[in-house]
């Protein structure tokens, strides 16, 4: 696999997949001697990785003790699901008439992508696939810095999404609303599609209200 350009982007890529795949749990201390060995790298790039994580609220550190993955907060689930609907409405308001046949061929593919990797059960591709979806959506709305706010807030959510991809029935949903949403924007129906998308983050917050402890 290709490395990203620098090495902190590298390190950074690696630590969100070990929260995602559940490597590094909620609570879990992060040990930098132990990750820096396994990584091949310098403590120096790890831990300005570290305070990206930190500053999208995928993990805390404490003096004298450190960094540490963060708990699952469904206060803060509810928060950057919020900012979200409000983000990608407007953006998806303005993609779907701009819309081209290619822009609909990456979305598809998307898709598929999401299913195949479902299918195989590696829910890290899964959540890598949904994310090329969501975005190959909106991306077509040509409109930089509110993508680059809406990509944050996904960055800050993918072990959420790990604990969702975990059951079958939701992974079944997911498929199911991707084809509504794919079907929508086919039609260039801009209210269906934000109708959708919308349906779309609140099933996922329904269902992890369940496993996610109110703080």
Known sequence: MRRPPTTQEFVLEELRKAIVAGELAPAQPIRQDTIAQRLGVSRVPLREALKTLEAEGQVVYQPHRGYSVA?????DLLEVYRMRELLESEAARVAVDQLTAADLERIDDARRDVEEASAGGDLVAMIGANRRFHFALLEPARMPRLLRVVRTLWDATDAYRAVYYNSDVNRTR????????????????????????????????DALRATISQD
């Open 174 to 205: 997911v498929h199911h609303e991707h084809q509504v949403i794919v079907d929508a924007a086919a039609r260039r129906d801009a209210p269906e599609v934000i109708l959708r998308l919308t349906e779309h983050r609140q099933h996922a917050v």
């Open 71 to 75: 708990e699952l907060s469904l206060s």
